[in-house]
């Protein structure tokens, strides 16, 4: 181990030449073991490009804590000064001594400490040790205990645009802050911010209070605009007119959004250098490397300085998540539509192998750029950046108490369930636009979903409650106002999905007639909370189900469906239930209902792919009658 390598992150800053800037990349572990072997070849390539650390984000209640602890320990080995979250979030006291004598064994000497989300099914953040209920509490902690307090360098969170789920003024949080570094932290990470003047006022009042410790900026470069949307939700980052006047412009389009995105970024950077003298920043990369580099280049710190980037070829499947949700804009927080097929932001490579992703060159097996927008739920399951999460570990439900007066505002609309056909009703006047969310939708129905939307009620008049679906579309234009999306002067198809949860013998006899009458059109994925899965379709089976021609470009998939990325959308959606049954008190109608429609309904998925034919699904589920409608 080097000397440079025994400093703490605190003791490298200020070694670090006022005059060089420096930053940091934050990953997250991913939930699978190709993604997690996937993003450690992707740390490798980024590392040439010098970051000062490598930060690794703790999953909410510790859920992650083993991947997080084990891709900490492999980061280090590399030789990069390594941070890894630690959070108060289901950490007692024994649980937080273990995890600091891990990672001080792993040589790890920074830790950001954080309060963290409530863990998922919980109403509200409530500690689970009375010692440990917020940021502070980790930070006091850790400087009290002999063997750790010269050891750790602490890392704290700071809000420029105030913490979101907090309703004190600036003043309040900032002294909430130097509360925080007086009691033993050495660093500060803001959360992200897109309004660099509310950025450099905030900042001001923090030297103003004493409060001289480093602040390393939290920098997003945009993917895509319904991810931008979804994370400044969460986060309650400002959004200055002139940003979201610029996005609702090119929304339509990925690329153009990704090229934003790089550009704002930019800018942002070199006006808080200009005005605020800050040469550190900390980069939140969701896994992915292209748009971090992209900025790097254009910045001209990585020594490559490019203006003018190439369009980057993707021949990607997927679609978000996701559970991490992605915000949507269709029927579901996992409908693919147009919008969501190009906004959402689910792309991936589908047929490249193990090997070739490794190799990293030529246009197909471009390892840097075959995930270049991020993934969730209908994505590449090899994908680093598969099963998108929140910020720092946060939960990705689709309610969170992070956002003042959600759950309130949603139990107004989604009233007391207290039969499942009062659940029939709820699911039936999402469809008929009576009421403009449901727990798996975060948004009114899309346009498209209108074209299908007989079929859609037909099923739920079943006791099949519709989750997520799309029609059939062979070849509309990509400026289509409804099925389009994607870059000018190509064309876009669709397969047929419908998703929904049902009853096990509704399972049992549609996989009989998908053996006996589909002919081998139809294939289905069906699985419960406890985890049994029935399907027809191969274990190595991918079945990409929209894409895109486009000028210039390779066959661009925007989504894909197989098993290991349904699979682990089921742990979601039946973790949506749980959420939901949480609203209402211990042992009442409503949440032993909703908790009996989890542990006993299943989830299903049908793809048809006679994409040509825009009934062949539904004449298969319903009756012709409503099929001809």
Request: a negative charge.
């Amino acid at each position: 181990m080097t000397s440079s390598q025994n400093k703490s992150l605190a003791e490298r800053i200020a070694s670090h030449s006022v005059n060089r800037p420096f930053y940091s990349f934050e990953f997250f572990p991913p939930r699978t073991d190709q993604g997690f072997e996937n993003l450690v070849s992707r740390i490798e390539r980024l590392s040439t490009l010098n970051p000062l650390a490598i930060s690794v984000t703790w999953g909410a209640g510790g859920s992650t804590k083993d991947r997080s602890l084990e891709l900490a320990s492999l980061v280090r080995k590399t030789g990069f000064d390594t941070i890894i979250h630690l959070t108060c979030t289901n950490m007692q006291m024994g649980l937080v001594d273990q995890v600091l004598k891990s990672v001080k064994v792993n040589g790890i000497k920074n830790v950001l400490a954080l309060r963290g989300d409530p863990p998922r099914g919980e109403e509200e953040w409530i500690a689970s040790d009375s010692r440990f209920t917020r940021a502070i509490d980790l930070v006091s902690y850790i400087r009290s205990v002999p063997e750790y307090a010269s050891w750790f360098c602490i890392g704290v969170a700071g809000y420029p645009d105030g913490h979101p789920d907090s309703y004190v003024d600036e003043d309040t949080e900032i002294m909430r802050l130097k509360e925080k570094v007086d009691a033993g932290a050495n660093f500060i990470v803001t959360q992200l911010f897109y309004d660099a003047d509310k950025f450099l006022s905030w900042y001001k009042k923090l030297r103003q209070k004493g409060i001289k410790v480093p602040v390393l900026p939290g920098i997003m470069p945009i993917q895509t605009y319904s991810s931008f949307l979804r994370v400044t939700k969460l986060c309650g980052a400002r959004i200055p007119d002139s940003v979201a006047d610029a996005l609702n412009r090119i929304s339509h389009d990925d690329d153009l959004v990704k090229d934003y995105g790089v550009k704002l970024t930019v800018d942002i950077i070199r006006k808080l250098q200009s005005t605020g003298g800050l040469t550190g920043f900390h980069f939140c990369t969701l896994n992915l490397e292209k748009s971090v580099q992209r900025v790097l280049d254009t910045l001209g710190w990585t020594g490559t300085p490019t203006l003018q980037i190439p369009a980057i070829n993707k021949l990607i499947v997927e679609t978000p998540g996701t559970p991490t949700h992605p915000s949507p804009t269709g029927e579901s927080t996992f409908l693919i539509s147009p919008s969501t097929a190009s906004n959402t932001a689910n792309k991936t490579l589908s047929s490249i192998s193990s090997s070739e992703t490794e190799a990293g060159r030529g246009e197909l097996n471009n390892a840097a750029s075959w995930d270049d927008f991020p993934n969730g739920r209908f994505g590449d399951f090899k994908s680093p950046a598969f099963g998108d999460q929140n910020l720092w570990g946060g939960s990705n439900l689709l309610i969170t108490d992070s956002v003042p007066g959600q759950r309130h505002e949603a139990k107004a609309q989604w009233g007391s369930p207290k039969s499942k056909d009062d659940l029939n009703s709820l699911f039936l006047s999402y469809l008929q636009s009576k009421i403009p969310t449901t727990p798996f939708s975060p948004a009114p129905l899309s346009p498209e979903s209108s074209t299908i939307l007989p079929f859609l009620e037909k099923l739920t008049g079943k006791g099949w409650w519709t989750v997520g679906s799309q029609p059939a579309v062979n070849g509309a234009k990509s400026s289509d106002s409804m099925f389009g999306w994607g870059p000018k002067a190509g064309y876009v198809f669709q397969k047929c999905f419908v998703e929904f949860f049902c009853e096990e013998n509704d399972v049992v006899a549609l996989e009989k007639r998908v053996k006996d009458e589909s002919g081998g059109w139809v294939h289905l994925f069906a699985c419960n909370n406890q985890g049994d899965l029935r399907t027809n379709v191969p274990p190595d089976g991918r079945n990409a189900v929209t894409w895109g021609v486009f000028p210039a470009k390779e066959i661009i998939q925007t989504t894909i469906i197989e098993q290991e990325s349904f699979l682990s959308w089921k742990d979601e959606a039946f973790s949506i239930w749980s959420e939901w049954a949480s609203f209402y008190p211990p042992r009442s109608t409503e949440r032993e209902l909703l908790e009996q429609v989890r542990d006993r309904k299943w989830l299903v998925s049908l793809v048809h792919h006679d994409y040509q034919n825009a009934d062949a699904l539904w004449t298969f589920l319903v009756p012709t009658d409503v099929a001809k409608q």
